[in-house]
């Protein structure tokens, strides 16, 4: 089993910048395909971004592209998501996921493994 522990959420302003952190234990998740997604009251669950195991292909949600990078270090089996130039629209809970198998990348229903999630919310 895979058990992943998100962290680096909190309240920032507008414009401001987080690092959110996915640290993975049970079983080392370097060949897993890693993926941030999030959840707004009201909202469906969304995936924000999501990295293939050597980091060889990403997705992005066209909602964050260009402020958010996502990353991976498979020696500390430990995922990243840099959120930079932050909007209100941006708040939610985030989660961290992770996958052996994902085809879809976007999709929430290929992963197997979920964090509890991390608060992110952004004040205008």
């Known amino acids: 089993q895979v058990q992943l522990i998100e962290s680096g959420g909190g309240l920032v302003q507008a414009g401001g910048s987080l690092r959110l952190s996915c640290a993975a234990s049970?079983?080392?998740?370097?060949?897993?395909?890693m993926g941030w997604f999030r959840q707004a009251p009201g909202k469906e669950r969304e995936c924000v971004a999501a990295?293939?195991?050597?980091?060889?292909?990403?997705y992005y949600a066209d909602s964050v592209k260009g402020r958010f990078t996502i990353s991976r270090d498979n020696v500390k089996n430990t995922a990243f998501l840099q959120m930079n130039s932050l909007k209100p629209e941006d708040t939610a809970v985030y989660y961290c996921?992770?996958?052996?198998?994902?085809?879809?990348?976007?999709?929430?229903?290929?992963?197997?493994?979920w964090g509890q999630g991390t608060q992110v919310t952004v004040s205008s």
């Open positions: 049970g079983r080392t998740v370097s060949n897993y395909v």
């Open positions: 996921a992770a996958d052996p198998w994902v085809l879809r990348l976007w999709v929430s229903s290929e992963y197997d493994y």
């Open positions: 990295i293939t195991w050597r980091g060889s292909s990403t």
